[in-house]
């Protein structure tokens, strides 16, 4: 099996930051693209950033030049400092792998299990 397990999540004012890790373990045999969703209440699940195994990353118009997004590929960990915090960034965040379990099957996607960011104005 694969899980993925976020924290760092918590209360912060606006303009503050906060670093969110995903730790990914299990049978891994190769992760390909990682990102950062979120979904606010009542809100559908959106993308916030994401990044290839070779660094290539996206992120949302919302969260450009205040997000970054990050991997470890030794630790399979992806990271998502957050700068300039917004009370619109308040959300559950999720992560999302694309994770092979071995060189044969298929990739699939896993999610944790989402961490909340509140930001206070």
């Known amino acids: 099996q694969v899980q993925l397990v976020e924290s760092g999540g918590g209360l912060v004012q606006a303009g503050g930051s906060l670093r969110l890790s995903c730790a990914a373990s299990?049978?891994?045999?190769?992760?390909?693209?990682m990102g950062w969703y979120r979904q606010a209440p009542g809100k559908q699940r959106e993308l916030v950033a994401a990044?290839?195994?070779?660094?290539?990353?996206n992120y949302a118009d919302s969260v450009k030049g205040r997000f970054t997004i990050s991997r470890d590929n030794a630790k399979n960990t992806v990271y998502l400092q957050m700068n300039s915090l917004k009370p619109e960034d308040t959300a559950v965040y999720y992560c999302n792998g694309e994770v092979m379990r071995n060189a044969i099957m298929a990739p699939r996607h896993y999610w944790g299990q989402g961490t909340q960011v509140t930001v206070s104005s």
């Open positions: 990044i290839t195994s070779g660094g290539s990353t």
């Open positions: 299990g049978s891994i045999f190769r992760i390909n693209a």
